[in-house]
């Protein structure tokens, strides 16, 4: 087994994107929406093969191990190819959960199936009306006898209609005096009988997410990630990586480069106006990238991100909206049309970054909570 | 009339327009809405004919036109009351593209063609659409590509292909722009002239937006409606009409995307608390109050420019000055409504996002609102260069 | 004396508008911050030897009697040839106070002193700490026989310095249950022991605010206005009219002149990109005005204007401010050149509008509390 | 050097800036910080010889000198967070128009001018100052117009005038640009020098800047500086080095700022309430607290990219880059604080007005946003161009 921390920097990274470059289909580089499982079989499988599904699992369990570093540089080489997101729940969410929380049966069980492609997981914490206050969730799991039998409704579930598992938080004691106790953490098998899948389509015209019903589903006390009514720690722990990929320059970077391939074609750079918006546009990313720079090496020294990494999914999110908000504007009288449009060159799909950065500043804690936050844990404001 | 009666006759007005405005939006009401929006997307053709005659029998369609062709020859601002309800009500009806734009142009041309076609287009029988924009989507209407020549025997060819063409998949003819001897010219050319091939496309609406190409589609001289200068100009003004015709629509539909939003966020609970509740909410939605209100502005003085004098520079300016603020605060509203309403603001479901779409498909339309500032720019020099030349 | 209300509305413009292009100053046009005393004397006493210091007064006490409709073409003339604004408290604000809930005794000695440029008044509303919150003052007024023993201090008073009298709101009643009442409505002689004037020089570089501080300042009981404990309903009252004038598009208008006096001497207008900024000022400056003129509409009718008005004060001070950051932007390196600066043709002082746009959202209520009235009043939204 | 070695380098000029900035931050507060400010408004010079001198003792003007000329030879990072102390404690010395934009020139050019000069500029006994710009105020330093024409005698006349001279009325000697026959020419000349006439003008700090006119002003062969491509890379590095330095210096004023009114908004209270409290007020505190943090990224990748290639296109898009964020950036903040101050931050006696007048100054001076977002623009097409050529 190859030990990838004790190789270089540079050419780990060679190596990584070597791979990429070689493997990773280029019609699915830089896709504008998240892919279904159809489409992106092909690839979880190659990784799976590769054994680089899970870059930072330890080796011990099937995965490659990374150290923070090497993780982040696989991450850049993933965005410098346009790879797209395999449906990672099992990687980054169940997988450091039940090494972490787990039971060893469950890891026996749950962690090689991940790897194999044979178990993909969807997450089931959001609910109608709790939106970006999660912990007011009501979906119930009620003991009976050595299982749980759960009744409610979890929403905004990205690709269940994909998933075979659901790994879910359920109230188990509504007498709790506080919201956040009385939370227990489920993994649920999708086909158990009583679950609903109902995917939710989009303005984009796509079905990323899903409401998933639950009528007296039962699932085994087993199933239970660490203790009972204690499932809310055990979630907000999990939350840490993904503050900062939130705030990643990604999407704003391909979406400036979209805007960049439209505008040359349409003659725009020739025009000082659209020069002087195109310009401020690049500068606010030029800037992202800087921040986020400063982030990730805190990632990279093993440090704990502090609250303050909320202002970068802010940014990211809104410079993101302004740049598909140019880019609407850039196409003129085609600037509602949808699909991709020929404009005497490489087509330009001009409405799904607009589409795709409607949401953006939603999911994850809206940017109103994310502010919220800075404002009280970073720049001390009182309540 | 002195100062009493002018107040009470501009009393009547406005009591009459609320008359229109509130059957307007009973009967679009009645007819299903945003339901019926949502049903008619992809679908060709992208509105309801029965509809259409429904609005010809209600006079709807006649409005503006003058009494000699059977119309009620009343000015733009009652249309506009017309417009703004079915804009708010996002009524998939093509009334401003077939009516003011198209009709437009030929009432402003007049003539024998005008003649023929406006009583049957007035009564829903003919629906006819503008077919002007060159593929580049340049939005002077006298940048031109299509040619129009004299064949040998005795016709006219036309070659050339238009772009941004609505409902051409539901159109009974085009009116064409294309370049001849004497510079710009209008012609009438049926949906079924050989030669002419249309390529579709969805817009965010999920109407149909075309490509019609015309490769040697003979047609008489009888069909042009009219030539140079009297052809530039009834096509300048049914432009600038129906583009204060659109920022008509864009208001109703920002109002009601408004009001949406307020009624949610005032019930919406996060946190043991209505949303709109928040100050930081409450203080974004003053903002967008505040734009709405700037939107109806710039709108009533566009109204007021066009029916004071109609070609004039001032009316041209006030034109662009609306359909740039309305472009601009529809966008915004939507976009700030799809945030504050959350995850269900981005839903097919919800309603929200047939407004969005709207709002994207009228903002676009006609020219959007960075082309309208720069337009408003260049006239107003123009204007200035007139008065001190 | 003549009946100005029966006169045609384009006679009556045509006759302010050929008075003031025929008396006032040239060189007071369109000054750049509220003129002193000193400098404005000789126009007030113009006006006052028309008769048309007081255009609202009835003609009973002096005043023109002008209806709604033609105070604003008084208004609109004013402001259209750039007349400065009086030190006019006295008619603004005294006069029709005096006329309303003052006694007989107040009306005849006042009254005619305002008229004669003898009494100049100003306004004893804020405080220190006080800020928008204004009924939470705390200047004390103490009944001591047939007098008010007054202690305390007002801030911000404006040009407090050339006042020879102040209108003020004082505290009588510390125990009053609501912070509202308690309140009382004073007349005070700034000639009175015990009364201290500071001007506060502000960014500017002028003194247009002060500071009065009393210490065991007395007044007659007799100067009360209303009834005892009562000010706060006459206060508010008072702020009616106040509220439009604070949304004129005027000193927007003035600033986009200016800039564009600039801007055609350093040749921006041939800059597409200056071009693009100054037209959506513009834009902003034109809807400004058609929303104004609908409120002004509603005045005309003699009807009250609704809480809506406060969208007039916040879009009029925001669009002066960002007209003001374009006019220092398009100044380029001499941007932070203090007083006029010479770019070959009329002199342009880049900084004043600037320094002026500062203040513009603070007084007369915060932005933050026009946006607060608007959310609750017009929008309904909840507490 | 390995990883390890590298990192523990890197750590340890991290502690010599830490300990640098403290040793700044304490010495300018000793000194009198924005009171010292306030006192030298309008005051001829606008700052204190005897503080200069003493900065001159700390080794602050000689920080980025070579060790040649007895400086320390350290990069404009260390210099950086001299500037960006100073700028945030408002010190009035004109460490970065005199050190880094005058001398900076002077360094970059070498030659017998900057070996007689450089040493008693380090030791604080000669300020220069340049001046570059013509009254056009035009930011591209090649475009000159005054002029070096050779005399009868062998000496040198110039001609023309210099507008935008910092700190004129203080200068010992100016460092004026002139175009001769072979193109950009640079020049030493002392303040006293017959024919040259200043016409100062307070900036919004206090400070004077001067127009300076040279009327057959004649200088000997030995007071050129250099001369064509050579003399004209010196002051394009130094006056883009001197950027970096206003950026820095805008960095710490921001900082400053946002401080001083975030503990304002913590403790004034409206309403019973803190107005740090309100929601609408934290969420804009919030929006500059990120823009702060934007700016001193922004401020990074330019001393990175200087250090990395200082005369590279990289380097100068960076400068551009940050000059155009933190002059925005405070601007903002300053316009903002005042706003969320109320009545006292208008007010002459609360510091916030230095702050924002400060603001001004270095916004406007080297360039202001919008004339460095087109030079990024500018540069980097030229750049792309490069590339492809």
């Not at chain 1, 090497?70 to 090494?99: C, H, N, S, Y």
């Not at chain 2, 300048?236 to 659109?246: G, N, P, R, S």
Request: proline letters at 5%.
């Amino acid at each position: 087994m190859i030990d990838w921390n004790a190789m270089g920097d540079e050419e780990f990274r060679q190596e990584v994107r070597t791979f990429f470059e070689q493997n990773y289909p280029s019609e699915l580089r830089y896709p504008p929406h998240r892919l279904r499982w159809a489409e992106i079989k092909g690839w979880y499988m190659t990784l799976a093969a590769k054994g680089w599904l899970a870059p930072t699992w330890p080796t011990l369990y099937g995965g490659m191990g990374l150290n923070p570093t090497k993780f982040l540089i696989f991450i850049e080489e993933q965005e410098r190819w346009g790879v797209a997101r395999t449906p990672d729940m099992g990687m980054t969410m169940v997988g450091p959960l039940l090494i972490k929380h787990g039971t060893e049966e469950q890891k026996s069980y749950y962690l090689p199936k991940i790897l194999r492609g044979e178990h993909l997981w969807c997450q089931g914490y959001s609910e109608p009306n709790a939106g970006s206050d999660l912990a007011s969730l009501k979906t119930s799991a009620i003991i009976d006898r050595d299982e749980f039998v759960i009744n409610g409704q979890k929403t905004w579930t990205t690709l269940a209609q994909d998933a075979t598992h659901i790994f879910m938080l359920v109230r188990t004691d509504p007498q709790a005096k506080k919201k956040q106790e009385g939370i227990s953490f489920l993994l649920v098998d999708c086909k158990s009988p009583g679950i609903t899948v109902r995917p939710i389509p989009n303005i984009a015209g796509n079905e990323e997410f899903c409401e998933v019903f639950f009528d007296n589903v039962r699932a085994p006390r087993a199933n239970i990630v660490g203790e009972l009514n204690k499932g809310w720690t055990i979630a907000k722990a999990m939350l840490g990586f993904e503050r900062i990929t939130l705030g990643s320059p990604k999407q704003s970077q391909y979406a400036l480069g979209r805007l960049e391939i439209l505008a040359r074609q349409r003659g725009c750079f020739d025009d000082p106006v659209f020069l002087d918006k195109f310009t401020a546009l690049q500068l606010d990313v030029a800037d992202l990238v800087s921040v986020y720079a400063r982030f990730v090496d805190i990632v990279k020294r093993g440090e704990t991100l502090g609250p303050d990494v909320s202002l970068l999914k802010i940014w990211a999110t809104e410079t993101y909206s302004r740049i598909s908000s140019l880019m609407v504007e850039t196409a003129g009288a085609a600037g509602a049309i949808v699909g991709k449009v020929d404009f005497g060159g490489e087509p330009v799909d001009v409405l799904s970054s607009f589409y795709y950065a409607r949401p953006a500043p939603i999911y994850g804690g809206t940017n109103e909570i994310q502010r919220n936050i800075i404002a009280k844990e970073v720049l001390g404001l009182p309540s | 009339m002195n100062a009493n009666a002018m107040a009470a006759a501009a009393a009547d007005r406005a009591d009459e327009r609320r008359l229109l405005k509130e059957s307007v939006a009973a009967f679009v009401e009645r007819c299903g809405g945003a339901t019926r929006a949502r049903a008619m997307r992809g679908r060709s053709p992208g509105f309801d004919r029965a509809v259409w005659r429904e609005f010809a029998d209600l006079g709807w369609l006649a409005v503006t036109l003058p009494e000699q062709y059977g119309g009620l020859g009343l000015s733009l601002t009652e249309m506009a009351v017309i417009a703004e309800e079915l804009g708010g009500a996002l009524a998939p009806e093509p009334v401003i593209e077939a009516i003011t734009l198209a009709a437009g142009v030929l009432r402003h041309a007049g003539g024998s063609v005008a003649d023929e076609l406006l009583p049957p287009i007035a009564a829903g029988e003919i629906i006819p659409t503008l077919a002007w924009q060159e593929s580049d989507g340049n939005f002077d209407p006298a940048h031109v590509a299509a040619t129009a020549t004299a064949d040998t025997t005795g016709g006219i060819r036309l070659n050339g292909s238009k772009a941004f063409v609505p409902h051409a998949d539901a159109a009974d003819g085009f009116i064409v722009t294309a370049r001849d001897e004497q510079g710009l010219a209008l012609y009438w050319i049926p949906a079924d002239a050989p030669g002419v091939e249309i390529v579709l496309r969805p817009l965010a609406t999920g109407a149909m937006v075309g490509c019609v190409s015309m490769k040697q589609v003979e047609v008489a001289p009888t069909q042009r409606i009219a030539a140079g200068r009297h052809a530039a100009d009834a096509l300048h003004l049914a432009i600038d009409e129906a583009t204060v015709m659109a920022s008509a629509a864009l208001v109703g539909l920002i109002g009601k995307a408004l009001n949406m939003t307020l009624d949610y966020i005032k019930v919406r609970t996060q946190f043991g608390k209505p949303i709109g509740s928040f100050q930081a909410i409450q203080h974004r939605a003053v903002d967008l109050y505040i734009q709405c209100e700037l939107a109806q502005g710039a709108l009533g003085d566009a109204l007021a420019a066009h029916t004071e004098a109609p070609r004039s520079k001032a009316a041209q300016a006030a034109t662009s000055r609306a359909k740039a603020r309305c472009s601009d605060v529809a966008l915004l509203i939507c976009r700030e409504a799809v945030q504050m309403h959350g995850a269900i603001g981005f839903t097919d479901e919800y309603d929200l996002g047939l407004y969005l779409n709207r709002a994207l498909v009228l903002a676009a339309w006609l020219g959007n609102s960075a082309q309208h500032r720069r337009r408003y720019a260049a006239i107003g020099n123009a204007s200035t260069q007139e008065a001190s030349a």
